[in-house]
């Protein structure tokens, strides 16, 4: 079951992959390569074994489609380049089992861990890209199916299942599930912030009759802005002015009282020599 939900979560993208990270995509079909050479090396289950191989495929297909609709490659480049670089990561991880396989039979462990840390940090690498693409957006996610995110958070969670079935439990293994499961929940959650912070707009939207991208490009000033209120604060006391662009005209601090219902006027220049010269003279004499 966890290998079924895995192999169907990256499905081709129809004519958009805006909000979808290039990067994010590689790095995915990449970290198949050292997560299969683990799964096939520690002879795990069939399923687990496959997972890697269909996730790393249909992950690479997309990339390729991102390569075409975001970034203008032409069908035939964009396809070539996704063969060779399929190819490049077969041979790769063919490479790598052969090599590693015998090793760790006679009892050399420290590589089989290199590969689950590698894919590991691949992994999540690849889900810390789209929080930038969250931050642009104000916590929208934009390119990510939640029913991808669903999918994707119960192929980890049953993959862990499945480690736990075992007879001995995989940490490394386990943690490269759990680093998902813990992203995507990111994900899910700023989305969820964000829906709530636009709901009123949302409602007024659907009374148009309109979608909210729509409805904010008829009504810009409804579109979420940052919040400036902490740059137009003046400590008074301090003596502490807004910046000239938020005050006009610019205003003047007031002295501190030395006590209370009395104001300190500044001293003047003329006054302070006016009093030094009162004072040279009581001393002479």
Same mark, same amino acid.
């Given at each position: 079951?966890?290998? &079924?939900?895995?192999?169907?979560?990256?499905?081709?993208?129809?004519?958009?992959?805006?909000?979808?990270?290039?990067?994010?995509?590689?790095?995915?079909?990449?970290? @198949?390569? +050292?997560? @299969?050479? /683990?799964?096939?090396?520690?002879?795990?289950?069939?399923? $687990?074994?496959?997972?890697?191989?269909?996730?790393? *495929?249909?992950?690479?297909?997309?990339?390729?489609?991102?390569?075409?609709?975001? %970034?203008?490659?032409?069908?035939?480049?964009? =396809?070539?380049?996704?063969?060779?670089?399929?190819?490049?990561?077969? *041979?790769?991880?063919?490479?790598?089992? *052969?090599?590693?396989?015998?090793? /760790?039979?006679?009892?050399?462990?420290? +590589?089989?861990?290199?590969?689950?840390?590698?894919?590991?940090?691949?992994?999540?690498?690849?889900?810390?890209?789209?929080?930038?693409?969250?931050?642009?957006?104000?916590?929208?996610?934009?390119?990510?199916?939640?029913?991808?995110?669903?999918?994707? /958070?119960? @192929?980890?969670?049953?993959?862990?299942?499945?480690?736990?079935?075992?007879?001995?439990?995989?940490?490394?293994? &386990?943690? *490269?599930?759990?680093?998902?499961?813990?992203?995507?929940?990111?994900?899910?959650?700023?989305?969820?912030?964000?829906?709530?912070?636009?709901? %009123?707009?949302?409602?007024?939207?659907?009374?148009?009759?309109?979608?909210?991208?729509?409805?904010?490009?008829?009504? +810009?000033?409804?579109?979420?802005?940052?919040?400036?209120?902490?740059?137009?604060?003046?400590?008074?006391?301090?003596?502490?002015?807004?910046?000239?662009? $938020?005050?006009?005209?610019?205003?003047?601090?007031?002295?501190?009282?030395?006590?209370?219902?009395?104001?300190?006027?500044?001293?003047?220049?003329?006054?302070?020599?006016?009093?030094? =010269?009162?004072?040279?003279?009581?001393?002479?004499?």
């Amino acid at each position: 079951m966890c290998s &079924g939900l895995w192999c169907v979560q990256i499905l081709p993208q129809r004519k958009s992959t805006d909000g979808l990270p290039l990067f994010m995509l590689m790095l995915w079909s990449s970290c @198949g390569v +050292p997560f @299969g050479v /683990y799964a096939i090396v520690q002879k795990f289950n069939f399923a $687990l074994q496959f997972q890697p191989q269909c996730f790393g *495929l249909l992950t690479l297909i997309c990339w390729g489609q991102a390569l075409h609709y975001s %970034h203008h490659w032409r069908t035939w480049t964009a =396809t070539v380049a996704t063969v060779l670089v399929a190819i490049g990561l077969g *041979l790769t991880e063919m490479i790598l089992i *052969l090599t590693l396989r015998k090793p /760790y039979y006679n009892g050399v462990k420290w +590589p089989m861990m290199m590969m689950a840390i590698i894919a590991s940090v691949m992994q999540a690498a690849g889900l810390i890209l789209p929080y930038f693409e969250l931050a642009k957006r104000k916590g929208r996610v934009v390119g990510i199916d939640f029913t991808f995110l669903t999918v994707d /958070y119960s @192929g980890a969670f049953f993959s862990l299942m499945a480690l736990v079935a075992q007879n001995t439990f995989d940490v490394l293994g &386990g943690t *490269l599930y759990l680093v998902c499961m813990i992203l995507e929940t990111g994900i899910f959650i700023s989305h969820w912030i964000w829906l709530w912070r636009v709901r %009123h707009v949302r409602s007024e939207a659907k009374k148009a009759g309109m979608s909210y991208d729509d409805y904010i490009a008829e009504h +810009p000033s409804k579109k979420l802005a940052r919040n400036h209120s902490s740059d137009t604060i003046a400590d008074v006391e301090a003596c502490d002015t807004p910046p000239a662009s $938020l005050v006009s005209p610019p205003e003047k601090c007031q002295m501190k009282p030395e006590r209370m219902g009395e104001v300190t006027a500044p001293i003047t220049d003329v006054e302070k020599q006016s009093e030094a =010269t009162t004072n040279h003279t009581s001393y002479i004499q």
